[in-house]
């Protein structure tokens, strides 16, 4: 499991300013994240903001 908690990058900054509901449904999906932006697209769909 990737450890978004203790990134030291943009990435992690931005998981560990999610709400923990998001933050608990992206450790439970096993979703890997290359980027950030993937990050963002995945908390809106969790969120019900995708475009």
């Known amino acids: 499991m990737t450890d978004y908690?203790?990134?030291?990058?943009?990435?992690?900054?931005?998981?560990?300013?999610?709400?923990?509901?998001?933050?608990?449904?992206?450790?439970?999906?096993?979703v890997v994240f290359r980027t950030e932006t993937d990050m963002r697209r995945a908390v809106d769909h969790f969120r019900g903001t995708a475009h």
């Open 5 to 30: 908690y203790h990134m030291n990058n943009a990435m992690g900054a931005y998981f560990r300013t999610l709400p923990k509901s998001v933050q608990e449904s992206i450790l439970q999906s096993g």
